[in-house]
C-alpha cells in the first residue's frame, strides 16, 4: 500500500502533470458543469439498434477532463475494481494525448472501450469522486472519458498491440472466453506463453456477445479486442466444451500445464411459480442470446423470436432492462418492469434505468409474479401480480420486499421475460469430483492468486463470485494470470 | 467447421450424414447428442449422435427433413462444411446389465435408438426392438437393428412392413409374452406419451429420450425445459433421458409447437426460394 501511495505521489509530481494541474486554478475547474453524453433520440433508438450513447467528442473531453482537480490524494481510484490511475488518465486527456490516456487505462484495464460503457460507475469510481463525497455534486464523468480514450485510439487506427515476453512455449488453457478468459489470456500472453481460449458457443465474448445488446455495446467493441489479442498470439478455438468435447486430462495430454477457468454464471433461474413453462415465458438468457447472438429479428437469419406486443420483464438488474428495451425494439407496445422491490434498490446501472424510461418502458416497482395463465395454445395470456411493501433490510443489506395481502391483481401479458439470475455454469464442477466448490457452486479459490483447490486449476469471474460485473471478472482474469504465472515459474524452478 | 465425409439418403426425406470430428467422435457415448449451425445465418439444432468412429474421428448422425435447417442439411453434399458442430451434449444412457430390455422407436427416433440397443446388446441384456413408422419407405435402419437386437418387431400404420399398428401394439405384444425389465423409448412425443402409458400398466421402468427446442444445449437458455415429476429440468443439460412415467408430454408438445407459425412461414419461404433457384 505504502509503494503505491509514494508511486502516485511521483507520479503525480512529474512535470507536465503538475504545469497541466496549474494552468486552471481548482476552483475554476469546480465551477465546471458536468458534460451531458450526446445521445439518440430516445423515441428513435427504442425502434432500432443503434448504439444509445453516441461518445463525448474531443471538445467535451477535454472540458470534462479540466473538471478534475488532480486531488493528491485519488479516492476514486479505491472505487475502481482494477485500480486504474484514473488522474493520469483524465489528466493525459486534458493535454490532448488521447493515445497516451488510453495507454493509462491499458496498464490496468485491458478492455478500457467496454468497461466505460458498462461499468457500474456511479457505485465504483464515480462513488468515491471527490465531487461527490465533498462537494455533493456530480462526479467527474470518469466513464465517459474512459470510453473517450478507448474509442479515440480504435479510430485512430493507431491501436497499439501490447507488448508480450519472448515465447515460451508453455501451453495454458483458458476456459470461457467472458471478460474474465480474456483478460486472463491477454495478460498470460503478454508474459510469453502460448495461451488457448477453449468456448463452449461459436462466438467469442461470453455475456458481452450473448447478453448485453448492441445499444448498449456494439460487437465491433468487442471484436476490435479479441483481434489484438490474436495479433499477441492468443489462439481461439469455439464450439469446444471443456469437461465434454475433451476432458481436463485429455488436455493436460495435449501439454496444456494450467488452466484459466472462466466459465461464467449462465444457469438461468426460474422462479418457479405456476405456468412458468407456458409458450412465451423465457429465461433473459433465451430472450437475450436468440436476439443478440442468433440474430433472430432479422428475417435473413433462421433463429426464430417471439416479438410480443404486451411484455413484462420479470427483475431489476442489467439483465431485466437489457431484455425490457430489447423488447421494445421488437416493436412491443406495451414492454414493462416488474420488480419486487423499489427503483431505489435495482441492481441495474443507473443510466440504463434512466435510458429505459425516456424510451417508454414501464416500471411496475413492488410488485411480483404469482401465477401465469395461458390460451389454448399453450401461450402465456395473463399473469397474476401482487404489490410488495419494504420491510427491514435483509442479508445483502437491502430492504425485504414483503407481499400486501389481498393486494393481487391480473394484467394481460403476450410474452414475459424472466431475469432473476443466474447460477454458476456446473459443467465444469461436475466433470471435476475433487474441485472444491460452496453451496451454491461458486469454485472456492485463493483471493490473491485465484488458485482453486486443484493446484494446475484456476479460476475467476462470475464462476467464483455467481452474477457479478465485467470489470470484476476481468480483475479476476489478471490477477489469475499473474498467479498461473507464479505456479509455472516455482514449477520449472523446483524440476 | 465439419466436412461432410458420407450421406445416404434412407427414404426421401431421411438420410445419414457422415462428418468429420474428431473430438467428438472420441469423447461421445450412447445417448449424446451435437449442436449444429450451418452456416452464418443458421440455427442452431440438436441432432443425436447415432454412431460414431472414433478411429477415422467420424459421427454420424441421421437427419429427418421437418424445416428450414433439416431441408438446407440434407441438400448439402458429401465435402462440403457445417459451420458449427459442437458436443458431445447431454448425459449419456445408463447402459448396465439388466435383463430384457424392449427398445421402441418411431419415425426418426429410430436414429438416436440404434446406440442404445447396440450399448444394451453389448452389456449382455436380451434387447427387443420395436420399429413403427407410418409406411414401409418410412422404415429406417432395421437391418442394423436386428445386427443387435434378439428380436425387431417392425410397425406399420397401413400394414405395408411388418405388422399393422401402433407401436404400443408391438410393445404390448412383447410385454404380454414374456418379462421386460426395462423400456427405451424414442420418437415423436405423441408416441412416447402412448408408449409409456402403455409400460406404466405393467410397471415397467421406462426412459424416454426428450427432443424439444435448444439453443445453446449447455443449459444456458433454458429453451429445452421440460416437467418431469413436477419440477423444471433442462433437457440438454439434465437429459435427454428422463423417467417416461414423469414427463408431463402435454407440456412438451405444447412447447414444441412454441414456434410453429414462424416455421411454417420459414419453410414455406425456403421452399419457394429454392424453387426459384432450382
Ligand atoms: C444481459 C446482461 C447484461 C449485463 N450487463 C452488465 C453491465 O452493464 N455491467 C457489468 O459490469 N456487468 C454486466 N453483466 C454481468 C457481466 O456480463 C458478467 O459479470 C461477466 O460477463 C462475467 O464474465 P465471465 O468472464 O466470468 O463470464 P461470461 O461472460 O459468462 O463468459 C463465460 C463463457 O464461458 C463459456 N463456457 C462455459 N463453460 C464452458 C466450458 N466448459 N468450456 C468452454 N467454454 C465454456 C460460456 O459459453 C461463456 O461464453 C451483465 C450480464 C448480462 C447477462
Ligand atoms: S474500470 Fe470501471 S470503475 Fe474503474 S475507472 Fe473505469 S469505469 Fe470506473
Ligand atoms: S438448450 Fe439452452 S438450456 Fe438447454
Known sequence: MENILEYLKAERSQEWRTEIRKSIKAKERMGKTRTNMPEEDPMVRNRSNVEVNSGLTAEQAVLEAQRCIDCPNPTCMTGCPVGINIPKFIKKIETEDFLGAAAVLKDTNGLPAVCGRVCPQEKQCEAQCFYTIKMGKPAVAIGFLERFAADYERDSGKMAVPETAEFNNIKLAVIGSGPAGLAAAGDLAKFGYDVTVFEALHEIGGVLKYGIPEFRLPNEVVDVEIESLRKMGVKFITNFIVGKTASFDDLKKQGFQAFFVGSGAGLPRFMNIPGENYNGIFSSNEYLTRVNLMNAANPEYDTPVISGDLVAVIGGGNTAMDSVRTAKRLGASRSMIIYRRSEEEMPARVEEVIHAKEEGIEFMNLHNPLEYYADENGRVNKMKIQKMELGEPDASGRRRPIAIEGSEFIIDVDTVVVSVGVSPNPLIPASLPDLKVTDWGTIVVDKETMQSSIPDLFAGGDIVRGGATVILAMGDGRKAAAGMHKYIMEKIKAN | ?278
Open chain 2, 1 to 278: 467447421m465439419s466436412k461432410i465425409i458420407e450421406k445416404e439418403f434412407f427414404s426421401e426425406n431421411v438420410a445419414k450424414i457422415v462428418l468429420d470430428a474428431p473430438e467428438i467422435a472420441l469423447s461421445r457415448k450412447p445417448g449424446h447428442f451435437v449442436i449444429i449451425k450451418i452456416d452464418k445465418k443458421g440455427e442452431r439444432i440438436p441432432l443425436t449422435i447415432a454412431s460414431s468412429n472414433p478411429d477415422k474421428g467420424t459421427v454420424t448422425l441421421v437427419v429427418q427433413k421437418v424445416g428450414v435447417t433439416s431441408a438446407k442439411l440434407l441438400a448439402l453434399e458429401v465435402g462440403d462444411e457445417i459451420e458449427d458442430v459442437v458436443g458431445p451434449l447431454g448425459m449419456a444412457t445408463h447402459i448396465e446389465k439388466v435383463g430384457t430390455v424392449l427398445c421402441a422407436g418411431g419415425g426418426v427416433g429410430v436414429a438416436p435408438l440404434l446406440p442404445i440397443v447396440e450399448g444394451f446388446k453389448k452389456a449382455g441384456n436380451r434387447v427387443i426392438t420395436v420399429l413403427a413408422a407410418r409406411n414401409k419407405d418410412l422404415v429406417i435402419l432395421e437391418e442394423q437393428m436386428r445386427e443387435f437386437s434378439d428380436e425387431v418387431i417392425v410397425m406399420t400404420d397401413d400394414g405395408s412392413s411388418g405388422k399393422k399398428g401402433l407401436v404400443t401394439a408391438g410393445m404390448e405384444e412383447v410385454i404380454q409374452r414374456e418379462k421386460v425389465d426395462l423400456s427405451v423409448v424414442i420418437g415423436p412425443a405423441i408416441m412416447m406419451k402412448f408408449a409409456a402409458l402403455t409400460t406404466k400398466k405393467y410397471n415397467i421402468k421406462t426412459y424416454a429420450s426428450l427432443n424439444t427446442i435448444m439453443v445453446d444445449g449447455t443449459g444456458m437458455c433454458g429453451a429445452c425445459r421440460v416437467t418431469v415429476g413436477g419440477k423444471t429440468k433442462f433437457v440438454c443439460v439434465d437429459g435427454p433421458e428422463f423417467d417416461a412415467h414423469q414427463v408431463d408430454f402435454e407440456q412438451m408438445m405444447s412447447r414444441l409447437g412454441a414456434y410453429k407459425d414462424q416455421e411454417v412461414a420459414a419453410y414455406q419461404k425456403y421452399l419457394e426460394t429454392e424453387e426459384i433457384a432450382g
